[in-house]
């Protein structure tokens, strides 16, 4: 089918402007640091079918399994105009229970009034706003715990509409800030994700008031088969093979054997267009075939600790990652997964099933994902991978009662290593990367909110692996409790670093130590819950990248 490129791009940019305004929304009216300094939060929008047509420049873990939460939201709500769906549960659509989603449904298209648009059977268009809040309830302070199932882990929320025809339903409301540490704040949270969903719904209506409903479901339906064909295109030039790898995890937190995660990825030989239609979960109606097999069948069965992942988030990795090979003009949507197949077997690591405890699947897990992926990929297209990055997003929580208030508080953030060296040039230097997209908590904004204190916030000099080109170094973050806190932390790479390309070198693995008041230090490994007293410290030092080609 013909397309006039000129309407594809104006609409393409549009529909991203949505996204990204979604987010500004979003950020600018959350109460907690965690999202409006760190930008833990993702917004998209989606097409009638609950497809991806846009997504903000978000946090790739989040964006690539949002299509699940809202099929959930399509699949057990009957949504009529004011609806929004809440949910975080990870085994009906969510990933782990502090990534909250809200769900809304757009009427655009049939006109008439609002009850006569409330009589309809499906909306034209959906957005969703994504946040991690830094307590959901459970055994740990932050939610981020050594857990052995999901219900140790925090209040679990299947669908449910938070709000009905415009108005927020109080009772909904009320049996999920009844079940956290900071009511306050995850309320003002949650105000800002409807805040956010609210912009989406606002701004489609005005875009299809301007160029009409038919124009741009239209071109939602072209983008989506131009993000086909460009994979397709990009496909068709990786030589056809069986690539594979493997990698671990240090431990899942309660035992100390390693979590293997192993994928194969096939490039079929035969890639010809078809001209035969087929369904969308084909190829869009224009092409019949996969072109990639994505396997990860040689991974471990499921593991007692928290680190197994559902499959939305090993979807979302795959996701990140071939979208990542494209042109970064390609619009990131739905479209660009129709040529590949992922299979993860039920009841394994990458596609846990319940009562599983998932936390760190989502930060953790989804990180090896990616580097399997990526080591995979460098047998087929060497001069387009980097080496590893730091592989972890060193999760930190903090919680206790707060002396200034004599409330709760929990405190969390991820901590940013080192950038796998890349066949170019260096890695970047403390920085987030891969499934992680947020920021280093400001000192300022962490010590104003909390009561804790930033000793010291440095680059780790020469934790990246040398080479060709050096891998970046990672951070080193010591913080200081002012009174006696729950700490934790949720973090890899502790037994070996970030694996080189090409005969680069390792990047330096992660070290975690507590100091002690008495002035002794301990050292800790990736994972663990700790006690600290009043003007005792936590010090972290997250992984340097790997490094590329030999020096």
Request: hydrophobic share 40%; aromatic share 6%; net charge neutral.
């Amino acid at each position: 089918m013909l397309r006039d490129p000129i309407e594809l791009e104006i609409f393409k940019n549009l529909y991203h402007s949505i996204a990204e305004e979604m987010g500004a929304a979003l950020r600018r009216t959350a109460f907690s640091p965690n999202i409006k300094e760190r930008r833990d939060y993702s917004c998209a929008v989606f097409d009638s079918q609950g497809e991806v047509i846009a997504m903000g420049d978000h946090m790739p873990v989040h964006l690539g399994s949002m299509p699940m939460s809202v099929r959930a939201a399509i699949e057990k709500c009957e949504l009529t105009p004011g609806d929004m769906v809440m949910l975080n549960d990870p085994f009906a659509g969510g990933t782990h229970l502090p990534d909250i989603t809200l769900v809304a449904p757009v009427f655009v298209g049939n006109g008439g009034s609002q009850a006569d648009r409330r009589r309809r059977i499906a909306p034209d268009f959906y957005v969703a706003s994504r946040a991690h809040h830094a307590d959901v309830g459970g055994t740990y302070p932050g939610s981020m715990g050594l857990c052995r199932e999901i219900y140790q882990e925090g209040f679990r929320i299947p669908p449910v509409k938070v709000m009905r025809a415009g108005t927020i339903d109080r009772d909904v409301l009320a049996l999920l800030l009844t079940n956290v540490r900071t009511p306050g704040e995850r309320e003002g949270d949650l105000g800002a994700q409807i805040a956010a969903c609210h912009t989406g719904v606002t701004r489609l209506g005005e875009i299809c008031a301007r160029y009409g409903f038919p124009r741009a479901q239209r071109a939602a339906t072209d983008l989506l088969a131009y993000s086909e064909e460009m994979m397709r295109a990009f496909l068709a030039q990786v030589p056809a093979g069986v690539y594979r790898a493997a990698d671990f995890l240090d431990n899942d937190g309660v035992s100390e054997t390693p979590v293997k995660i192993a994928v194969s990825i096939t490039v079929h030989a035969n890639r010809r267009k078809s001209s035969r239609p087929g369904p969308a979960r084909g190829a869009g109606g224009v092409f019949a075939k996969r072109l990639v097999t994505v396997d990860f069948s040689g991974s471990d069965r499921q593991v007692e600790g928290s680190v197994n992942a559902v499959k939305a988030i090993t979807y979302s990795a795959c996701f990140y990652v071939f979208r990542c090979l494209l042109q970064e003009d390609v619009p990131a949507t739905a479209g660009l997964m129709r040529p590949i197949e992922v299979v993860a077997p039920a009841g394994t690591v990458v596609n846990a099933r319940p009562p599983a405890a998932v936390a760190g699947g989502n930060v953790e897990t989804s990180q090896r994902i990616v580097d399997v992926l990526m080591r995979a990929l460098a047998q087929a297209i060497p001069d387009r991978i980097p080496a590893a990055a730091a592989g972890t997003m060193n999760n930190l929580t903090i919680g206790g009662i707060d002396p200034r208030t004599g409330e709760a508080f929990a405190y969390y953030e991820t901590i940013a290593g080192g950038m796998g060296a890349r066949p170019t040039k260096d890695g970047v230097s403390g920085v987030h990367t891969h499934m992680t997209n947020s920021l280093n908590t400001p000192a300022e904004a962490l010590e104003y909110a909390y009561p804790l204190r930033v000793r010291r916030y440095a680059l780790r000099s020469g934790s990246g692996g040398a080479g060709r080109y050096r891998g970046g170094d990672g951070i080193v973050r010591e913080i200081e409790v002012l009174t006696d806190a729950e700490v934790t932390l949720l973090a890899d790479r502790r037994v070996r670093g970030p694996w080189g390309l090409h005969g680069g070198a390792e990047g330096a693995a992660g070290k975690a130590t507590i100091l002690r008041a008495d002035g002794s230090h301990e050292k800790l490994p990736g994972k663990f819950n700790v006690r600290l007293r009043k003007g005792e410290a936590i010090r972290i030092e997250s992984p340097g990248g790997g490094g590329w080609g030999s020096g």
